[in-house]
């Protein structure tokens, strides 16, 4: 079975640009996380999907982030325009529904803002 | 929401048990506790999970009290393949959130 699929690996961009990253999660899992992860820190909650509606956006910088997840299966978040303080990893989970359900990680992407 | 809070680092010899305790003080009864494994440049993966008193599977053990205010990872005979950092996360149902701690950083020696 595949896992979560995330692309691109690495990103480098100068600031005030955009960047989008694609997710595309495990057959069958009806729910998707987006995470911010900063160096030596734990994963930080951005947005969760279940299906194509988006239940907690409550932490994602809405002025600049936005993410979409039409037809309920894979998903694009996108930074525009992009600040230093950007720079992390953005992981991808999918899981098959309940928020205790085993979430799936994607590789990440790491992004680098100049 | 519930802090979720856990030791930064902890050092380890190849054999030895290791045991890590995450703090979680405003968690419902049936909260669940999960945690996870986390190697450079890969994204996190399913260790353990429960919810009460003693969960057991082939790599872990997760530990529960009663007052559900701490619950510990325990890593029996470990080897230098799992030197990783671990996180712990809580899947809070009545607000429906998720917390995940700092992370600890294990790291194993010969």
């Known amino acids: 079975e595949a896992g979560v699929v995330q692309s691109p690996r690495y990103k480098i961009i100068e600031k005030k640009q955009p960047v989008a990253f694609w997710c595309n999660p495990i057959?069958?899992?009806?729910?998707l996380y987006w995470y911010r992860q900063n160096l030596g820190q734990g994963p930080e909650l951005l947005i969760r999907?279940?299906?194509?509606?988006?239940?907690?956006d409550s932490q994602l910088p809405k002025d600049r982030f936005s993410a979409e997840r039409l037809k309920g299966v894979d998903s694009t978040l996108k930074i525009q325009p992009a600040e230093l303080g950007d720079s992390a990893v953005y992981l991808c989970?999918?899981?098959?529904?309940?928020?205790?359900?085993?979430?799936?990680f994607g590789p990440g992407t790491r992004l680098l803002v100049l | 929401l519930a802090k979720t809070t856990q030791p930064i680092s902890m050092d380890s010899y190849e054999g030895q048990e290791v045991n890590i305790t995450c703090s979680h003080n405003?968690?419902?009864?049936?909260?669940?506790i999960t945690w996870y494994q986390q190697f450079p440049s890969q994204g996190p993966r399913f260790i353990i999970q429960?919810?009460?008193t003693k969960v057991t599977n082939e790599v872990a053990s997760l530990f529960i009290p009663a007052d559900r205010k701490s619950s510990t990872l325990s890593l029996p005979r470990v080897s230098l393949s799992d030197t990783a950092v671990y996180y712990c996360?809580?899947?809070?149902?009545?607000?429906?959130?998720?917390?995940f701690g700092a992370g600890t950083t294990v790291t194993v020696r010969a």
């Open positions: 996360l809580v899947a809070l149902r009545g607000d429906y959130k998720l917390s």
């Open positions: 999907y279940e299906n194509e509606e988006a239940v907690d």
């Open positions: 057959s069958g899992h009806n729910t």
């Open positions: 429960g919810y009460k």
């Open positions: 989970a999918s899981s098959l529904g309940r928020l205790e359900e085993t979430q799936y």
């Open positions: 405003n968690i419902a009864t049936n909260d669940y």
